[in-house]
Nanobody, 127 residues
Framework: QVQLGESGGGLVQAGVSLRLSCAAS????????MGWFRRAPGKEREFVAA????????HYADSVKGRFTISRDNAKNTVYLQMNSLKPEDTAVYYC????????????????????WGQGTQVTVSS
């Protein structure tokens, strides 16, 4: 059974950094893409970043490119989202997700590509 658990959220002021973690269990972590999504109050869930199983390929939403960095430690079965220069518009519940199948994901930016989701961690950025 695949399980994902996010941590690292909190209440911070604009301009600071946070690092989110997502610990995975239940299968061979390094074979699967991992993605981060977020849902802001009153908005649809949106793509943030994704990373291939090896960590060699990454994808970012335009809104976070240059500020956020996704990475993974396959030895620890953990994916990270380093968030720098946080803005109030980054306020959201952040979720990690992973697909059913191993290997490349055709549409890593689409939530439909992911079958397993964590419970989310709240990030609140005050101005």
């Amino acid at each position: 059974q695949v399980q994902l658990g996010e941590s690292g959220g909190g209440l911070v002021q604009a301009g600071v950094s946070l690092r989110l973690s997502c610990a995975a269990s239940g299968r061979t972590f390094s074979r699967y893409y991992m993605g981060w999504f977020r849902r802001a109050p009153g908005k649809e869930r949106e793509f943030v970043a994704a990373i291939s199983g090896s960590g060699g390929v990454t994808h970012y939403a335009d809104s976070v490119k240059g500020r956020f960095t996704i990475s993974r430690d396959n030895a620890k079965n953990t994916v990270y989202l380093q968030m720098n220069s946080l803005k109030p518009e980054d306020t959201a519940v952040y979720y990690c997700a992973t697909p059913v199948r191993i290997g490349p994901v055709v549409s890593p930016r689409s939530s439909n590509s992911y079958a397993y989701w964590g419970q989310g961690t709240q990030v609140t950025v005050s101005s």
